[in-house]
Nanobody
């Protein structure tokens, strides 16, 4: 059974930082591309960041230079370090794993950035 469990969300003031974690089980984590997506109230879910099994990364333009995705294969965990947070970063953040042809999703963690 595949499980992705996000943690680390919360309330933070604009300009602050948060670190999200996503612990994976039931997949071969080391070969999986891992992603973070987010969904703001009333908006569609959008891509935030990707880290491939090779360690290469991609970011949405809106978070480039502020967010950093990383992974620890020994802990089967992917992280999202979020700095210089803005009110528009407020959203539910979802972890996504793609070990092969199927994608798996976590239940999300809420990040609220106050102005």
């Amino acid at each position: 059974q595949v499980q992705l469990v996000e943690s680390g969300g919360g309330l933070v003031q604009a300009g602050g930082s948060l670190r999200l974690s996503c612990a994976a089980s039931g997949i071969i984590f080391s070969i999986s591309a891992m992603h973070w997506y987010r969904q703001a109230p009333g908006k569609q879910r959008e891509f935030v960041a990707r880290i491939r099994s090779s360690g290469s990364t991609n970011y949405a333009d809106s978070v480039k230079g502020r967010f950093t995705i990383s992974r620890d294969n020994g802990k089967s965990t992917v992280y999202l370090q979020m700095n210089s947070l803005k009110p528009e970063d407020t959203a539910v953040y979802y972890c996504n794993a793609v070990p092969g042809d199927v994608a798996y999703w976590g239940k999300g963690t809420l990040v609220t950035v106050s102005s």
